[in-house]
C-alpha cells in the first residue's frame, strides 16, 4: 500500500472564513521563519492552497482560528499549550512527514488548552500521535489520519468532555485512545496496522466513566504477532509498574462495532498485577466481528 489510493467524501464546507475581513493572516507558501511574525493583530490563520513547511507550530495565544484552504499541504505539526478556544478546519492536509521521528505529535494541546475544535482536515504521516488533546471538551470531527508508517503513530485522543465523530483513523499505535470520563465516539473508520489496540480503554492510570462508542467500522487490523497492546478492545492497565496509578473503567456503552474482514484477536485485556484496573458496567450491543481462528493469538 505504499502506492494506495485513498478516498473520501466530505460535506460541504459550511464555514469558509471571509480572508478579506482583516481577521486572517493569509499565508502563502510560508515557512517556519515568517510564520514566527504574525502580527498580533490578526486572530486566523489562513494556509492557501500551496505547499508550507512550519515545522513545529506553538500556536500564539492571540491565534483561534487556522484555516486549511482547499489544495493547502502544510509539513509540520501544531501545539496549543495554555491557548484554550482553538478552532482548526477546513478541506487541507497537515503533514508531520518532514519531522523526525516522536519529534511532536501532529496536532497537540496541553495545560488548559480546552475547548478545540478540529474539523475537516487531513491529518497524514504522523510521528507521533496524530491528534492529542488532554485538555477538555474538545470537538473532532471529519479528520482522516493516514500514513502511518511508524510505531507509536496513536490516532485520536481527545479528553475529558470531548466528543469524537465520522473520522478516518488509519495508525500504527493504538487508534481510539479513551482515558476519561464523559467521551463520545460515534461514526469511525479504523485501518490497524501491526501495533496498538483499535479501541484502548486503558494504559496505567487511566479513568474513564461515562463513556459512549457507536458505529466503530473496523477495515483491517494487521497484527502480525501476539502482544500485549493488540485487540479490538484493548485494556493495557499498568504495564510498567509505576506506582501510585490504578484504572476504572466504569459506566461504558460500545455498540454498533463491526469488522469488515476478520482480525487477529477481539478482545485482549490485560491489567498487570501491581496495581488494580477495575472494570464495571461494560455493555456490548450489536457486534457483528469475525477473529481469524487457529493463529497462535489468544
Same mark, same amino acid.
Given at each position: 500500500y505504499k502506492n494506495g489510493l485513498v478516498i473520501f467524501a466530505d460535506p460541504p464546507e459550511t464555514d469558509i472564513p471571509d480572508a478579506s475581513s482583516g481577521e486572517y493572516q493569509? @499565508?502563502? =507558501?510560508?515557512?517556519?521563519? $515568517? *510564520?514566527? $511574525? !504574525?502580527? @498580533?493583530?490578526?486572530? +486566523? @490563520?489562513w494556509f492557501?492552497? +500551496?505547499?508550507?513547511?512550519?515545522?513545529? &507550530?506553538?500556536?500564539?495565544?492571540?491565534?483561534? %482560528?487556522? &484555516?486549511?484552504?482547499?489544495?493547502? #499541504? !502544510?509539513y509540520g505539526a501544531l501545539i496549543m499549550d495554555r491557548n484554550p478556544n482553538v478552532k482548526i478546519f477546513g478541506r487541507g492536509v497537515l503533514s508531520s512527514a518532514k519531522l523526525n521521528y516522536r519529534e511532536s505529535h501532529c496536532i497537540e494541546a496541553i495545560n488548559q488548552s480546552d475547548n478545540i475544535q478540529i474539523e475537516g482536515i487531513v491529518v497524514a504521516d504522523p510521528k507521533f500521535f496524530a491528534v492529542r488533546l488532554i485538555g477538555q471538551n474538545n470537538s473532532v470531527k471529519w479528520i482522516k489520519v493516514i500514513g502511518g #508508517?511508524?510505531? =507509536?503513530?496513536?490516532?485520536?485522543?481527545? &479528553?475529558? /468532555?470531548?466528543?469524537?465523530? %465520522?473520522?478516518?483513523i488509519w495508525a500504527n499505535?493504538?487508534?481510539?485512545?479513551?482515558?476519561?470520563? %464523559? *467521551?463520545? #465516539?460515534?461514526d469511525c473508520v479504523v485501518w490497524q496496522l501491526n501495533n496498538g489496540g483499535v479501541i484502548q480503554m486503558g494504559w496505567g492510570g487511566s $479513568?474513564?466513566? %461515562?463513556?459512549?462508542l457507536s458505529r466503530i467500522d473496523v477495515l483491517r487490523a494487521e497484527w502480525n504477532?501476539?502482544?500485549?497492546?493488540? /485487540?479490538?478492545? $484493548?485494556? !493495557? /492497565?499498568?504495564r510498567y509498574q509505576e506506582a501510585g496509578k490504578t484504572g476504572l473503567q466504569k459506566d461504558w456503552l460500545i455498540e454498533d462495532? !463491526?469488522?469488515e474482514n476478520p482480525v487477529p484477536v477481539i478482545f485482549n485485556v490485560t491489567p498487570d498485577p501491581f496495581s488494580p484496573n477495575h472494570i464495571h458496567n @461494560?455493555?456490548?450491543?450489536? #457486534? =457483528?466481528? =469475525?477473529?481469524?481462528m487457529g493463529t497462535e493469538f489468544q
Open positions: 493569509v @499565508l502563502e =507558501n510560508t515557512t517556519s521563519a $515568517n *510564520i514566527q $511574525n !504574525v502580527p @498580533l493583530s490578526y486572530s +486566523g @490563520l492557501k492552497s +500551496g505547499v508550507h513547511n512550519i515545522g513545529v &507550530y506553538q500556536v500564539p495565544s492571540h491565534i483561534k %482560528n487556522i &484555516y486549511f484552504e482547499k489544495g493547502s #499541504w !502544510v #508508517w511508524v510505531y =507509536n503513530c496513536d490516532g485520536i485522543a481527545a &479528553y475529558f /468532555g470531548s466528543s469524537v465523530s %465520522n473520522c478516518f499505535d493504538d487508534a481510539i485512545k479513551v482515558y476519561r470520563d %464523559n *467521551i463520545t #465516539w460515534s $479513568n474513564a466513566t %461515562n463513556v459512549k504477532k501476539p502482544g500485549f497492546n493488540r /485487540g479490538l478492545l $484493548n485494556c !493495557v /492497565g499498568n462495532v !463491526v469488522t @461494560l455493555t456490548m450491543k450489536n #457486534w =457483528n466481528v =469475525n477473529m481469524t
